[in-house]
């Protein structure tokens, strides 16, 4: 039966690009009735709220090879590349991403549920701007690469968030892959003192966004003082930013019990969360900044358990 | 008894229905299909209160492959619905009056395309004030949702001099307490397929808590005799109260009826958030003062609750929270004045625990913020108040008598959770000093059946079928609670049977008797009294047409697994098959017992009263993150004394699920409503607990004890479970941070520290 309705009615057309070219130029060529979907887990929900329209048009990144893979960049540098369409259940098992970049995992274990992380992408929870991996990826100086018509760009993840802070919103392209620079891997050897951290606070404990997420890592001198400090903090609607009023009032400075009341202080003027129907402005400044300095404290301390909950095998 | 599988030994048998749930194999009724089906679905209002000025479905109607268009003037019978008072519109015909309220429903050949023409129908409103608080609602200012006023239902509860109490109190406490808008959540919402029949009949494959109860409403709104409509209700993917009420059944009927091919409806998870039921949220004003002993001699109580726009069983719940805000102590004088509010609001209705959930949040509430004040253990403060064993009930009215009160008080007391009380351990560690730990408990007395005053069938039927089976039937309904188990284990336990020799009918209003419905505690008490009723009788028949087939005298035989045995040495004379066949063979009556009874009652003209109580006592450990002010439970050990545990896992099933209900109650679940509207409106903002929030232990001490010449047996325990733990936490939470909690869900920036480094 031929229904009048019948555009409306009509399962999508499914493309299949092998490459990242391919798939950008069907993106260009059929607009804004195409929508690129890898782990789908995230469009779903904002298919059937009503929040994203049902595209026409799906553009399959599952078999474009370039996204995939993750590993060092090269033996040199040292920095590693993880293909945008790594799945969050393999950020959270890849043993090699675990010793040098541990803020990964600890951020992918956060989010979501075993079902869901099996299919969700890092690079589509980060370009959500409101998930953990964004606020992770912020404290590890993490780049973006994408393809666009120029080709392949590359520019710092904090840049992007900035521009959609802004409002200058759209990413320009479609991401390839996310580098972490080999300043931020963590150091080989047994005694180094860098310390990283990732906390999470939801309504719930598990299977849920980020009411606030705080990431911290930090180099400590000989004498225990900051010698580099990365904070970076989101949650709710909020797209997350490092907290570099925080950041400069530590860095160079022995983190005694003063110097944690002064950071809790800034933390709790520069962090900047959006209206929430459900939870407070001021809560969840306090936890963001009881967060970020029970973080410092613990990193600069004797270690044990994280301000979150259970063992933090990253700390 | 500790309650587990290494204790149940041999009783810890494999549901008969677990091997398909789990796999996944096992078929909904919300599963099935038919080829010719339709699909349905039901246009629902957007406004919280408005006139409807106008609907025209005609554009929906004229759409091609949509085959039915409904709206009030379609229904043959009455239009409306409800279990206790039928006032719930199937169809608004003028004026909706929250916005789960249904206008039109439509039948089509696709789901799209239903959707496409629910869209089509044009409906004019004429929006109205919301009234979208319970206690204003009843002001002498406030809109009306009905010309008599908002008061749906008042109860009160009185005795003795009450300023007089208050007067001779050494201590008092004055605090109102909020409990939340919890859903249900079973895992599968609301639907079914409906499908009329050649013969002119119906069936409605759909779930519900009592199959003849849906008959008799569907027969009310269709106009169409009741033998006409079968209702097959079982398997349910879940109900807890939330399916008792019809809900899409008369959309389905009708459609089916208007249209003569099978519809399907299944609501989505946002209709089942808009339309279904909750637990009634309550705000209950408590006053309650102590002797410097420790003795209640005043306990006053104000109970307000949010009724939503339609009765539902509202007045049941109002009346069981009257009975409960009074609970299990011995008081010098009481004062309870409760009311039900219609509002604009979300529709409440029943769910597991009806009412106790939030008396008894308020009511231990009290008990431990006096305990403070006496600077007395606050166990030691519920022991001498507890009624004791011969004493009436919450409302003076007489109840079976059993020791489970003394029981269950001595179990916690004795309890290695309670006992790490004093265990320094407890404070918090160095290297995380913002984990803050503490124990509480409460004490929980819940009715079960249905009260007096209300009809409350119970009964069933046995028979030995032509092919050898034993069949049991029952009114009652599977939804996960394990019933179909502990029938099986009832069998096979007081008849010999073995499991294969049984079959369970349930479900299905053809050929089950009405057993009452499933709900109140009460099906595993009511299958164990008909069984009881039924086991002389049935078996008797049994041996006696054994004895003629088989030549031997009745008294020499016996029942067991697999058929008829010597009752010397249990050696297999014959099956069960072949009993069937030589009753056929000589032409006579098949054997069938069947039995029919009532839910016992208390003697009191009292309605809702109830004569059955379980008794149970909770310590649970939590750890409070004063970082984040979250709560984590650690530990809970739950005693309870309902007598005999029919079926281990079943039993143990109940209290865990019920506790992860509690849990949700006190910690995360909450239907946010603003002005009428759902904030929470999927599960993605409505929380249950994951498995991690119940990461933590329980443990079960069963009590199964009962007074000597007791005649009725295991006690509910349904929902028993569901009541105790929140005040629980609320306590424990106190004991960890000097903080009281008065609202659920606890909002953890009330415990939340600025945290300081020196």
Redesign the interface.
């Known amino acids: ?1 031929a ?3 019948g555009e ?2 009509r399962s999508p057309s499914v493309w299949q690009p092998v490459s990242a070219e391919e798939a950008w130029r069907l993106k260009r060529e059929i607009g804004t009735g195409a929508s690129f979907v890898a782990g789908g887990t995230l469009l779903r ?1 904002q298919w ?2 009503g929040l994203a329209p049902y595209p026409a048009h799906m553009i399959d990144l599952t078999g474009v090879a370039e996204l995939s893979g993750c590993g060092p960049v090269d033996e040199e540098d040292g920095g590693w590349r993880i293909g945008a369409i790594t799945t969050l259940a393999q950020c959270r098992s890849h043993a090699g991403l675990f010793a040098a970049y541990p803020l990964i995992m600890e951020a992918a274990r956060t989010i979501a ?1 075993p079902a869901v992380r099996n299919l969700a992408t890092i690079g589509g929870n980060a370009l959500s701007r409101t998930g953990d991996m964004a606020t992770a990826l912020l404290a590890l100086d993490s780049e973006l690469l994408w393809q666009n018509d120029a080709g392949t760009v590359l520019e710092p993840l904090s840049d992007w968030l900035d521009r959609e802070r802004a409002g200058l919103s759209g990413a320009p392209g479609l991401l390839i892959a996310i580098l972490l620079p080999a300043a931020c891997r963590m150091p080989i050897t047994p005694n180094a003192r860098r310390r990283c951290a990732f906390h999470k ?1 939801g ?7 980020p009411v606030v997420n705080v990431a911290l890592n930090v180099e400590l001198d000989g004498d225990g003082a900051v010698a580099d400090i990365r904070i970076s903090a989101g949650g709710g609607t909020m797209i997350p930013a490092r907290l570099a009023a925080a950041e400069a009032l530590v860095r160079g400075r022995l983190p005694d ?1 003063a110097l ?2 002064e950071l ?1 202080a800034v933390v709790m003027g520069e962090y900047a969360p959006m209206p929430d ?2 939870v ?1 402005e ?2 969840r400044r ?2 963001a ?3 970020a ?2 973080a410092l ?2 990193a600069s ?9 259970g063992e933090k095998p990253c700390c | 008894m500790l309650l587990n599988r290494e204790t149940s030994g041999g009783r810890w048998r494999i549901r008969p229905d677990g091997t398909g749930k789990v796999t996944g194999k096992l078929a909904y009724l919300t599963d099935l299909s038919l080829p010719n089906m339709l699909i349905g679905r039901v246009l629902r209002s957007p406004h919280p209160h408005a006139y409807i000025r106008r609907i025209d479905v005609s554009k929906a109607l004229a ?3 949509v085959h039915a268009a409904l709206t009030a003037k379609d229904v043959p019978g009455l239009n409306r619905f409800g279990i206790a008072r039928p006032d719930y519109p199937v169809f608004c015909e003028d004026r909706v009056r929250f916005i789960g309220d249904a206008v039109a429903a439509v039948g089509a ?2 789901a ?2 239903a959707e ?1 023409a629910l869209a089509a129908i044009e409906v004019e409103y004429e929006p109205l004030p919301v009234v979208d608080d319970p206690e204003r609602a009843i002001l002498d200012d406030a809109p009306l949702l009905y010309p008599e006023g908002n008061v749906f239902h008042r109860n009160e509860f009185k005795f003795g001099d009450i300023e007089a109490g208050f007067a001779a109190a050494a201590h008092i406490v004055e605090e109102t307490y909020s409990t939340p808008r919890q859903m249900h959540t079973y895992m599968e919402t609301e639907g079914g397929l409906f499908v009329p029949g050649e013969d002119g009949r119906l069936t409605a494959y759909s779930p519900t808590q009592h199959g003849f109860m849906d008959r008799m409403q569907l027969s009310r709104i269709l106009a169409k005799p009741e033998a006409e409509i079968r209702v097959v209700s079982s398997p349910i993917g879940g109900s807890f109260g939330g399916k008792d009420e019809l809900n899409v059944q008369p959309y389905g009927a009708l459609l089916a009826l208007a249209t003569g091919r099978p519809v399907k409806l299944h609501n989505s998870r ?1 209709e089942s958030v808009r339309a279904g039921l909750k637990r009634h949220p309550m705000k209950i004003r408590m006053k309650t003062g102590v002797d410097a002993d420790g003795r209640l001699v005043a306990h006053r109580a104000y109970v307000v609750a949010d009724k939503g726009p339609y009765s539902t069983l509202g007045a049941e719940v109002l009346n069981f929270a009257t009975e409960h805000v009074v609970g299990p102590y011995r008081y010098g004088a009481v004062d309870v004045d409760t009311v039900s509010a219609y509002t604009n609001n979300g529709m409440s209705g029943e769910f597991r625990g009806f009412g106790g959930n939030q008396a008894i949040f308020a009511l231990e509430g009290q008990l431990d913020r006096l305990a403070a004040l006496l600077g007395m253990d606050p166990w030691e403060l519920r022991r001498r108040n507890l009624r004791q064993a011969e004493d009436p009930g919450p409302l003076g009215q007489p109840i079976s008598v059993t020791g489970g009160a003394g029981q269950v008080w001595e179990s916690l007391a004795g309890s290695a959770l309670w006992g790490r009380r004093s265990d320094p351990a407890l404070r918090s ?4 000093p ?2 803050l730990c503490g124990i509480g408990s409460a004490y929980v007395m819940h009715g079960a059946g249905l009260g007096v005053g209300i009809p409350d069938p119970a009964g069933g039927r046995l028979e030995l079928r032509a092919d050898g089976k034993i069949e049991a039937a029952f009114g009652y309904e599977e939804f996960g609670q394990g019933l179909i188990a502990s029938l099986t284990q009832m069998l096979v336990e007081m008849f010999g049977f073995a499991e294969r020799d049984i079959v369970v009918t349930i479900g299905d209003t053809d050929v089950v008797p009405d057993s009452g419905s499933t709900t109140a505690s009460r099906a595993t008490s009511m299958m164990w009294q008909s069984l009881r009723r039924m086991r002389g009788p049935f078996g008797g028949k049994l041996l006696e047409a054994a004895s003629v087939a088989l030549g031997k005298p009745a008294d020499a035989l016996a029942l067991g697994e697999g058929g008829i045995r010597a009752a010397e040495n249990g050696r297999l004379l014959m099956n069960y098959a072949s009993l069937a066949a030589s009753l056929a063979a000589s032409s006579a009556q098949p054997i069938r017992t069947q039995t029919r009874f009532s839910y016992p009652t208390s003697p009191v003209d009292r309605v809702g009263a109830h004569y059955m109580y379980s008794y149970a006592a909770v310590a649970v450990e939590v750890e409070v ?1 004063t ?4 709560v ?1 439970v650690t530990d809970q050990y739950h005693a309870v004394a309902a007598g005999p545990v029919i079926n281990p896992q079943g039993y143990l099933g109940q209290i865990e699920g019920g506790s992860s209900m509690a849990l949700g109650f006190a910690l ?1 679940e909450d239907a ?1 409503m ?1 002005g009428g509207h759902y ?4 599960l ?2 409505y ?1 249950v ?5 119940q990461s933590g232990g329980v443990t079960v001490d069963a009590i199964e004890e009962l007074p000597e010449g007791d005649e009725h047996g295991p006690r509910g325990i349904g929902e028993l479970g569901s009541v105790g733990l929140a005040p629980a936490i609320a306590e424990a939470v106190y004991q960890a941070t000097g903080k009281r909690v008065s609202k659920l869900p606890i909002d ?2 009330l415990l ?1 520290e ?5």
Do not use: C
Not at chain 1, 203 to 209: M, T
Not at chain 2, 679 to 682: A, E, I, Q
Not at chain 2, 689 to 693: A, L
Not at chain 2, 754 to 758: E, L, M, S, V
């Open positions: 039966m229904y009048p309705h409306l009615l929900t059937e709220a549920a606070v309504r719930r404990e598990a299977f849920i966004p019990a944690l009341e809790h129907p459900l407070g001021d809560y306090m936890t900044a009881n967060l300095a029970a404290w613990q301390g004797a270690g044990g358990r994280g301000p979150g909950e | 759409m091609p492959g050949e696709t799209e395309l496409l946002w560690s160095s290297t995380a913002w984990l993150n970082l984040t002010g979250r984590r995360t946010v603003d904030v929470t409106k999927n993605d903002t929380l607990p994951t498995i991690v929030e953890p920036a939340q600025r945290f300081r480094f020196d």
